[in-house]
């Protein structure tokens, strides 16, 4: 009988296509949503591993989180290298990690900090050893794969954040790869790893406790002086801290504190109403896919009512007949859930793959989310009960009489 | 009224393969098909003979199991059809009649080929594809064998129809109006074919027909007058 449903779908082919187009079309659109909405959330908890605070000039909160723990905004200002050591001395605060950004190479964000925070996002070397003198730099593994350097390479800086090509170039002050990051599936990845001081070093400012026997005090002051820092990480080891700092730092400061949870979760919940909206639409698609196929088998049953009696006549018991009709639903639906799960990831790889933004993201076509088990079950479902309402007609047909009308 | 005649045949040892007792029909309190008792021997391919309305059509339907008379039973190859339930009525009608119609004859989306081997399944559970191959060389179709319904001729088309009823070796072969349809030579050709096929397979043919050319080839005829009075 599965042979018999599959000859009636290739005798009305181009009906067979288009709705098995319409429901791979919104299997695809919920399965790009899924598998987007279920990466970013997931790339976002990867990337705040450990952070529990941020702490950084003034400004928006988002802002902050965005520019120091994803890398994907210009941060808020800076703030003095004192505040390092202040948080540092704060009960309860386990580890605090300074990041000095402002440059970057080929579009890779270069940022000042200490070895600390590779650790802190679980990345381990793959050769050569950590950045030790100023100047020296770890490149994260999607950096080495891009740029094709080698340990001892030299490159060259360039201010700003996003290009790296158009800003004024540190011609005078050239990094050198050190050692290489294993790829660990966070925006460490993309970042090249360098000391405070070396960020320093390249925009003409002195460690504060340099001196140098030449210089006067007023000099000493001026360069010391603006020793800032862009952002410090901090990972509570109590979590007294995690109720009683961010509050303290934000009223009694100038600096400001963010949460990356807090701030993820209102990023996501303002993104979460588009989603919910495009999400909406595409179960109305699936609705309409499945109507599409309860339409096309209504139809193609009323044309094969003498069909129908005839097979019960050459011997095809009713349950057979149920079955033929639900397996031409449920041939169509796997088809079209089947197309939609292979367009769906067709469409994230090639987004992947052309824009820059989305790769940043991390976002992989081979992934594959729980999730979309149940958006084939629902195809499946549709399907069936669109086959099943048509076939159950054929119970209720008198096939004395269809073969009398018939013949 | 019917006017019928019972059939005697010499395979009578075996017991008559249809066998009607005391058979009517009423459809809206009007009787539409009156047979009585009649018999139908094995190897005895009978023609049922009358008019539009005179109920042949209701009387193939009750053989086949399609429909339960208002009185009387019909019985096929020694069970009593009539009394059975539905799914039983079933697996009679698929152990052992095979039928023809005049215009309803083959699945369109299957070619011949697939034609026979769906029928083979549904009756036999298995498919022979030597003796299909056969089948449609008896009927002179192999050059047609992966047609498609629409792309036969009206002869072919009931060629193909007889070699489906045919290819589950049924007992009983019940065709109606087979030739209706068909000018005099094909006419005689499907009679000639039906008669040769049926007694190669074994099959007892039963053809409700209006069409009286055909009518001198049956020794054994059951003539139902019509219409039927109210």
Do not use: C
Not at chain 1, 55 to 65: F, N, R
Not at chain 2, 60 to 74: D, K, Q, W
């Amino acid at each position: 009988m599965i042979g018999l449903s599959l000859a009636y779908l290739r005798d009305r082919g181009l009906n067979t296509a288009l709705n098995i187009l319409l429901l791979a079309l919104s299997v695809a659109s919920l399965v790009i949503l899924l598998l987007f909405s279920s990466q970013l959330e997931n790339r976002f908890d990867r990337d705040a591993q450990g952070v529990d605070m941020v702490v950084g000039a003034k400004g928006s909160p988002l802002q902050l989180i965005l520019s120091s723990v994803y890398h994907v905004d210009i941060p808020t200002g800076n703030v003095p290298l004192e505040t390092v050591d202040l948080l540092r001395r704060q009960l309860g605060v386990a580890e605090a990690i300074p990041l000095a950004l402002g440059d970057s190479f080929r579009s890779f964000r270069i940022v000042g900090t200490e070895p600390a925070y590779p650790a802190l996002l679980g990345a381990s070397l793959a050769d050569g050893r950590m950045f030790a003198a100023k100047m020296e730099a770890v490149i994260g593994a999607d950096v080495a794969a891009r740029t094709g350097a080698n340990l001892g390479q030299r490159f060259v800086g360039g201010h700003g954040m996003s290009s790296g090509e158009d800003g004024p170039r540190h011609e005078e002050t050239p990094f050198i790869v050190v050692g290489r990051l294993q790829p660990t599936g966070t925006v460490i990845d993309r970042l090249i790893l360098t000391r405070v001081d070396s960020v320093w070093e390249v925009h003409g400012i002195e460690r504060p406790d340099a001196h140098h026997d030449d210089e006067s005090e007023a000099e000493h002051e001026a360069h010391a002086g603006a020793a800032e820092v862009t952002a410090v990480l901090v990972r509570f080891g109590s979590p007294i801290a995690a109720v009683r700092l961010p509050g303290f730092i934000n009223r009694q400061t100038n600096l400001q504190a963010a949460v990356p949870a807090v701030e993820v979760s209102r990023l996501l919940a303002l993104v979460g109403v588009g989603l919910d909206a495009v999400r909406a639409f595409a179960v109305l698609l699936m609705l309409t896919a499945g109507l599409s196929i309860f339409v096309a088998l209504l139809t193609a049953l009323k044309e094969r009512e003498g069909d129908m009696a005839m097979l019960r006549v050459i011997g095809a018991s009713r349950a057979a007949i149920i079955g033929q009709v639900a397996s031409e639903g449920l041939i169509l639906a796997s088809a079209g859930a089947a197309l939609g799960l292979l367009l769906g990831h067709g469409v994230i790889g090639m987004a992947a793959a052309s824009i820059e933004q989305l790769r940043a993201l991390g976002l992989n076509a081979l992934a594959f989310h729980p999730g979309e088990a149940l958006i084939v079950a629902a195809a499946l479902g549709i399907g069936l009960i669109a086959a099943l309402i048509p076939a159950l007609r054929v119970l209720k047909t008198d096939i004395a009489e269809t073969l009398a009308n018939a013949r | 009224m019917s006017n019928p005649d019972t059939l005697t045949n010499s395979k009578t040892a075996q017991g008559p393969l249809v066998e009607a007792r005391g058979l009517s029909h009423e459809r809206d309190g009007r009787t539409v098909m009156a047979i009585g008792d009649w018999q139908l021997q094995p190897g005895a391919h009978a023609l049922l003979l009358g008019p539009s309305g005179s109920g042949k059509t209701t009387f193939i339907n009750i053989v086949t199991g399609l429909l339960t008379p208002s009185h009387g039973a019909i019985s096929v190859a020694g069970e009593v059809m009539s009394a059975l339930p539905p799914v039983a009525r079933d697996g009679l009608r698929r152990r052992t009649i095979g039928l023809v119609f005049q215009t309803l004859r083959l699945i369109p989306a299957l070619s011949v080929t697939d034609n026979l081997a769906l029928a083979q399944q549904l009756a036999l559970g298995h498919v022979d594809r030597a003796a299909i191959a056969g089948m449609i060389d008896r009927v002179g179709l192999s050059h047609r064998a992966a047609a498609r319904p629409r792309q036969l001729s009206q002869g072919e088309g009931q060629r193909a129809a007889i070699a489906r009823a045919l290819i589950t070796r049924p007992r009983l072969v019940v065709a109606d109006e087979p030739t209706s349809a068909l000018d005099d030579a094909n006419a005689a050709r499907m009679i000639d074919l039906m008669f040769d096929v049926a007694d190669a397979t074994g099959a007892t043919l039963l053809v409700a027909t209006h069409d009286g050319r055909i009518a001198p080839r049956f020794a054994n005829r059951l003539n139902l007058m019509a219409p039927v009075a109210a």
